[in-house]
């Protein structure tokens, strides 16, 4: 006999109301000598294949339920067989997306396989009209258990005990009362007792709950009787492929084959035996697994843009490069098609594709309009609570005021989970020699147990995922902020179900291209087919790649990655195009986290250090790159030569390193790589050395074909940038940057030698737009004026012509808010047709005329001469560079540091460009901050790699831990910095250690502090 089962449990998964993970319940439930456990989350299954997987981990038998509630209604649905799995899929689904919505008539339809537990009493009246088949009155401690009793004794329905479990301890009803707050958006002391689960709502033992039930055993008997009819072995595994024109399998393959074929003689306009063999390979195995289908339909949405980026693991597909999902050869770049699909793999691999960000919402809607709302839905990403909102959330709970939470959350990571997070707080620098009130420590030890809850779902930026036939049979779906459908879970729990997802992602930097190739098509004539360019053919882009000048190219821009470059071509000749490309690509993967080490190595070995392989079985693997792992698919090949691993081993083993996959632990990897080493007769100080090199994976890293895809984009970036460098930066700032500020773009243009204009308008254009040798600010920087205004002003443009002046402008364009066009004068937008003394009688003519509405035109034939405005005393510059920083945020007339000129030159500040001249001596030097990352050392002490400017160039600096300790409270700032420190220098690239910081702006023009 089945002991008392608990049908009623709260997880992190009921949003805004449960408090542990699935791995905890069924842990908590195996130690209290449990067999079986439901998991019942509110209105969804959103932890349902982690909640299965766990609970095998744990041996217990898993039942999958929910509770339905909607307004008064409410009722536990337990799912008997795959039927009511259905069932339930649709019902949760009706629930979210149909207004209004009826619980009990709902079930009416939706009930078939389903066991309904509840004690409301219309619901439960309703049902039985119909069946009292699989109908049972709810009876939970702390929830009326008499009335509820006297209502089965009234229906003559079956009573089930329950307990309606939310928490394991006594400081569990304290974090749910803060959760139900935070999610109310209201204080403590405004919880009304409806809002909370009762104080009796735990996960309680069968002796417990027997002596709770003593007037009613058959409630308690009930509970393993529904347990015994539910199935408990599920199965997600099975992958669910969309279908592709309802083709059947085998003519989608053949389809597949023909288009393969089709592309091959496309882009080599041959087919040899190398390129046969290799397609026959890859054909086989993605019709062996089923996935023909799914290559057509991306192949159908790859081609609704001329420029994207497929990229992840299926670039290393032949397939994939002959139908135009990706662009870079496989062959030619040697790259691992295994890593992609590989005959033991169980999974469904995704592709990934990049479209231009402003173009990937239609091509989404495209996949919708052609697949239909029925089998196509977004995938969730499920909103939980980073270490920075938990703290400002709850703080907020407990009316602390809005100042006071911001001093303490600004300095908290909006990414690390609260846990970290705060427990961080106690040793870091940002908060070191701070005392907090007992209300602070109360509010943080809550905060810190908020490390899992679900708050609520959001769209993820693209994973789609289409099926054969009805979605909701799957999984619910609910309806994103956009109205789109969403399933309920998250990208790993879908890919553990078998939905086999496809990425439409957005990349700004295929849209820079875009635009950038655009503008030079028209200012020169010369138009490029994205697909067939060969960017590293000119010399100029592969200077500029082995010099680090990137600012602006996708991937490669970043402080870390250009110091790379530097440090790999630093005094070498310039290289070819593939040998440049072979580096680019590795230089791209080797930047992460755990790599340090490697990455010095790797740069040393490039400049003639000797080396030789660990062992000689590793030359094939890693002759490539220097004789280092690299790439991802390097691990799994390095298992499969020196342990002895198949491909789906060693693919399994890639998986656990990168954190993907929770089957099996590290440990057991290790030892099995240990020993399966030993067996090929390779040493132990090998191995282990070995294994230190794929340790250096873990949290994230790249696979070959990935990071060549996204190379290739940063080579065309690198030509725009070359060649054209005005309509480069031009549609860099337009689409938003990367990893710079606006500012620190403008900054890069100045040192490309372009001229800043500033925005006019008769000359500006909603984005930037340059041409030549200069670059003019778009409409768009002043953020205060609406899109709306902006559009009427370039439509009237448009329709008649420049404007004469400031009195045609209001004539033709008499309905602008005030507001905006002040906004506009401030900005500098008339200073071409009045000149920029003329600002306050320009403001003064305009607030006139709003004054003096029948002065404008209304309908007369001639209309008057306004008059005579008083003659008003120009702005002088401090004002004109205020106005300046009010309307666009940043100073575009000069560079930040030059009102500070007179201090550099009285000091004798070393500038930037100069550093290199210094190294090994202590400087002193002006910089204004561009950006900074904040890491921990192998010790785990925070320090920080930070990047500055001057006039002259770019410069990077680092704060060890002790001067990041002393000065981590000023990094960060839009301010001129006052940076001291010792140039060093590696592989011909300088940095500064820095030793003391402070700020320009607090001396006077001798280098004297101000009081």
Not at 269 to 286: N, V
Not at 419 to 435: D, V, Y
Request: glycine share 8%; with cysteine.
């Amino acid at each position: 006999m089945i002991p008392f089962t608990h049908l009623h449990v709260h997880s992190t998964y009921s949003p805004n109301w449960g408090l542990h993970a699935p791995a905890v319940l069924c842990a908590a439930a195996r130690s209290a000598g449990m067999t079986h456990l439901a998991l019942t989350d509110r209105n969804g299954l959103y932890g349902i294949p982690r909640f299965v997987e766990e609970a095998k981990k744990a041996g217990i038998a898993p039942l999958i339920g929910a509770e339905a509630v909607s307004g008064t209604q409410r009722a536990v649905l337990l799912v008997k067989n795959q039927n009511g799995y259905a069932a339930l899929c649709r019902l949760l689904s009706a629930l979210h997306g149909r207004h209004p919505f009826d619980l009990a008539d709902t079930l009416t339809t939706f009930r078939e396989g389903l066991y309904i537990l509840s004690d409301d009493v219309t619901l439960l009246q309703t049902l039985a009209e119909q069946s009292r088949a699989g109908l049972y009155v709810e009876i939970s401690p702390g929830h009326h258990m008499e009335r509820a009793m006297a209502l089965a004794r009234r229906l003559a329905l079956p009573p089930v005990a329950t307990t309606r479990a939310v928490y394991l301890g006594d400081e569990d009803i304290e974090t749910h009362r803060v959760l139900r707050a935070i999610a109310g958006n209201t204080t403590l002391p405004r919880l009304r007792p409806g809002d909370c689960a009762a104080t009796a709502d735990f996960l309680r033992t069968e002796a417990q709950i027997r002596a709770l039930f003593p007037h009613c055993p058959e409630a308690l008997e009930n509970t393993a009787r529904i347990a015994a009819n539910c199935q408990t072995e599920w199965d997600f595994s099975r992958t669910i492929f969309p279908r592709f024109r309802d083709l059947a399998d085998r003519q989608a393959a053949a389809l597949l084959e023909q288009r393969a074929q089709k592309g091959a003689l496309w882009r080599y306009g041959r087919l040899d035996d190398k390129i046969t063999a290799r397609l026959d390979k890859e054909l086989t195995i993605i019709r062996d697994k089923g996935f023909a289908h799914y290559f057509l339909v991306v192949e159908e949405l790859a081609k609704r843009s001329p420029r994207t980026c497929g990229r992840g693991s299926a670039a290393a597909s032949l397939v994939a490069y002959c139908l135009g999902i990706t662009h870079v050869d496989p062959l030619r770049y040697n790259l691992f098609f295994e890593r992609f699909l590989n005959e033991e793999r169980i999974d469904p691999p995704d592709i990934d594709i990049d479209f231009p960000w402003d173009e990937r919402d239609g091509v989404i809607d495209f996949a919708f309009r052609h697949h239909g709302t029925d089998r196509a839905a977004m995938v969730a990403n499920q909103i939980g609570f980073k270490s920075r909102g938990a703290v400002r959330e709850v703080a907020k709970v407990f009316g602390i005021p809005a100042d006071e939470i911001k001093a303490v959350t600004g300095r908290l990571s909006s990414h690390g989970s609260p846990q970290r997070g705060i427990a961080s707080m106690g040793s870091h620098p940002l908060f070191c020699g701070e005392s907090r009130s007992s209300d602070w420590r109360r509010i943080l030890a809550i905060a810190s147990r908020l490390d899992g809850p679900l708050r609520h779902l959001g769209q993820h930026c693209g994973g789609l995922v289409i099926v054969p036939d009805d979605i909701r049979q799957y999984v619910p779906v609910e309806l994103s902020a956009s109205g789109r459908p969403l399933i309920q879970w998250e990208k790993d729990q879908a890919e553990a179900a078998g939905l086999v997802k496809i990425d439409i992602l957005g990349n700004r930097s295929l849209a820079v291209i875009r635009d950038a190739l655009a503008a030079v098509a028209r200012h020169t004539g010369n138009t490029i087919d994205y697909r067939d360019w060969q960017p590293l053919a000119d010399a100029g882009t592969r200077a500029l790649l082995c010099a680090g000048d990137t600012i602006g190219c996708f991937y490669i821009e970043s402080p870390a990655t250009r110091q790379l470059l530097k440090k790999m071509w630093n005094g070498r000749p310039l290289p070819d195009e593939d040998t440049l490309f072979e580096h680019l690509v590795m230089a791209s993967s080797i930047i992460r986290p755990a790599a340090n080490t490697f990455i010095r190595e790797f740069v040393a070995r490039m400049h003639g250090k000797p080396w030789r392989h660990l062992h000689p079985l590793l030359a094939p693997i890693l002759d490539e790159t220097y004789g280092l792992a690299v790439y991802q698919e390097q691990i799994t090949r390095i298992a499969m030569a020196l342990a002895g691993f198949s491909a789906g081993e060693g693919d399994r083993l890639r998986k656990i390193i990168s954190k993907k996959d929770r089957d099996q632990s590290l440990d057991d990897q290790q030892q099995r790589f240990m020993d399966g080493g030993a067996r090929s007769g390779v040493a132990e100080a090998v191995l282990s050395k070995v294994w230190r090199q794929v340790l250096s994976f873990a949290g994230y890293s790249f696979c070959k074909p990935h990071s060549a895809s996204y190379a290739l984009v940063s080579c065309k970036a690198a030509w725009l940038k070359a060649n054209h460098p005005a309509e480069f930066m031009a549609a860099v700032i337009s689409n938003g940057g990367g990893y710079y500020t606006t500012l620190g773009y403008l900054s890069e243009a100045r040192r490309l030698g372009l001229t800043i204009l500033p925005p006019d308008i008769n000359a500006s254009d909603w984005a930037y737009h340059g041409k030549g040798q200069r670059l003019r600010v778009g409409l768009m920087q002043i953020a205060s004026v609406g899109r709306q205004t902006t559009e009427h002003i370039l439509r009237e443009r448009n329709r008649g012509g420049d404007f004469r002046d400031f009195e045609d402008f209001l004539r033709r364009l008499p309905q602008l808010p005030a507001a905006d066009v002040t906004t506009l004068i401030k900005a500098g937008c008339f200073d071409a047709l009045e000149g920029c003394r003329q600002r306050p009688r320009l403001i003064w003519r305009l607030l006139d005329r709003h004054r003096r509405p029948a002065e404008q035109d209304n309908g007369q034939l001639f209309i008057a001469e306004p008059p005579p405005s008083p003659t008003l005393p120009a702005y002088d510059q401090a004002t004109l560079h205020r106005q300046e920083l009010e309307t666009l945020g940043l100073p575009v007339a000069r560079h930040p540091l030059e009102p500070f000129a007179a201090i550099i030159r009285n000091r004798r500040l070393i500038p930037a460009s100069d550093l290199k001249r210094w190294v090994g001596r202590h400087v002193t030097l002006a910089g204004w901050w561009v950006t900074g990352k904040p890491i921990r050392t192998g010790k785990g002490q925070p320090m920080e790699f930070a990047t500055f400017e001057d006039a002259t160039a770019l410069f990077d600096a680092t704060f060890f831990p002790a001067a990041y300790a002393r000065f981590c409270k000023k990094l960060g700032q839009p301010r001129p910095y006052l940076i001291k420190g010792v140039v060093e220098e590696e592989f011909g690239v300088a940095t500064v250690n820095v030793m003391w910081l402070g700020f320009l702006d607090e001396e006077d023009q001798n280098g004297k502090r101000r009081e």
